[in-house]
């Protein structure tokens, strides 16, 4: 297993990457306490480039006032081992001062729908704090390739966006959801979840099999589909539907009937533990 290099501060990830001239390198930005989802993250751009840079930083800026930025889980050295064992290179792991050394004026926003609905709807001011510090890495490390999960799909869609507006010179790769042995999408915040809301969060991925069944079957209505969602999810009686939503899958506008591809998105309480899933529909 080779030696991961732990960096700090900005001027010193950008001093070593000096020395890496010519090399691309890869980007995948975290917010740490990394699982096998953010290992194949890793892998995926150890496949596609020299360099592998991992950021594991919390970033206070996308958390609203009654979230769980003082409780997120953090494990700094465990993350470097699975950053390691994945075959990445440098995991910079910055303090809230380094990134931030003066109150923040600055940001980076998006005036459009894509941004107020779904978990921009319930989370206001959170994809600005995405982009904000997004776009601070991007300049730090200068990347030839980020890599996003699927399974946070709106903050990849905006994240391309923004790319595509603001002329970052750095690819966008998407990559699949990763899952638990029984469906559950591996996610930093699974570790809140008491054991009897473990069991019953299972049903945000039956409520998927069932939709994309029904699909298959030739149901296209979105709100069809969206009622035999929330059907399935109700059969947990702790679970706090958020959203349930079925949108078009490149632009995340409003459909009636799915005729090209389209997103199925949900945000489902459990107890305290937020959590978000989804899947694609491709006729």
């Known amino acids: 297993m080779e030696k991961v290099l732990v960096v700090k501060s900005?001027?010193?990830?950008?001093?070593?990457?000096?020395?890496?001239?010519?090399?691309?390198?890869?980007?995948?930005?975290?917010m740490g306490y990394l699982h096998k989802g953010h290992a194949s993250l890793v892998e995926k751009a150890r496949e596609?480039?020299?360099?592998?840079?991992?950021?594991?930083?919390?970033?206070?800026?996308?958390?609203?006032?009654?979230?769980?930025?003082?409780?997120?889980?953090?494990?700094l050295d465990r993350d470097i081992e699975i950053v390691s064992s994945s075959g990445g290179d440098i995991v910079f792991a910055p303090s809230v001062?380094?990134?931030?050394?003066?109150?923040?004026?600055?940001?980076?926003?998006?005036?459009?729908?894509i941004g107020e609905k779904?978990?921009?709807?319930?989370?206001?001011?959170?994809?600005?704090?995405?982009?904000?510090v997004v776009s601070k890495l991007f300049n730090i490390v200068g990347a030839d390739r980020a890599y996003f999960g699927q399974?946070?799909?709106?903050?990849?869609?905006?994240?391309?966006k923004m790319v595509r507006e603001l002329n970052f010179p750095v690819k966008i790769v998407r990559c699949p959801i990763?899952?638990?042995?029984?469906?559950?999408?591996?996610?930093?915040?699974?570790?809140?979840?008491?054991?009897?809301?473990?069991?019953?969060?299972?049903?945000?991925?039956?409520?998927?099999?069932?939709?994309?069944?029904?699909?298959?079957s030739g149901e296209h209505r979105v709100e069809k589909l969206k009622e035999i969602a929330l059907e399935e999810i109700g059969k947990s009686p702790i679970a706090e539907v958020e959203y349930v939503e079925?949108?078009?899958?490149?632009?995340?506008?409003n459909i009636e009937r799915v005729n090209g591809p389209a997103l199925m998105a949900m945000a489902v309480r459990f107890g305290k533990t937020r959590l978000i899933d989804n899947c694609l529909l491709e006729v």
């Open 10 to 30: 900005i001027d010193e990830l950008r001093a070593k990457l000096k020395e890496y001239n010519g090399k691309t390198v890869g980007l995948v930005p975290t």
């Open 48 to 75: 596609e480039n020299d360099i592998v840079v991992v950021s594991v930083f919390v970033n206070p800026i996308q958390f609203g006032p009654n979230e769980d930025l003082e409780t997120y889980p953090r494990d």
């Open 97 to 113: 001062e380094e990134m931030y050394p003066e109150k923040a004026e600055v940001f980076v926003d998006l005036e459009s729908e």
């Open 118 to 132: 779904l978990c921009g709807e319930s989370r206001p001011g959170h994809f600005r704090g995405v982009m904000t």
């Open 151 to 160: 399974k946070d799909a709106q903050q990849v869609t905006i994240i391309e």
């Open 178 to 216: 990763l899952r638990e042995s029984d469906g559950l999408a591996m996610s930093s915040r699974n570790v809140y979840l008491s054991a009897q809301e473990r069991s019953e969060a299972t049903v945000l991925y039956k409520s998927i099999l069932r939709v994309q069944r029904e699909f298959e």
């Open 246 to 253: 079925i949108l078009d899958s490149r632009t995340l506008g």
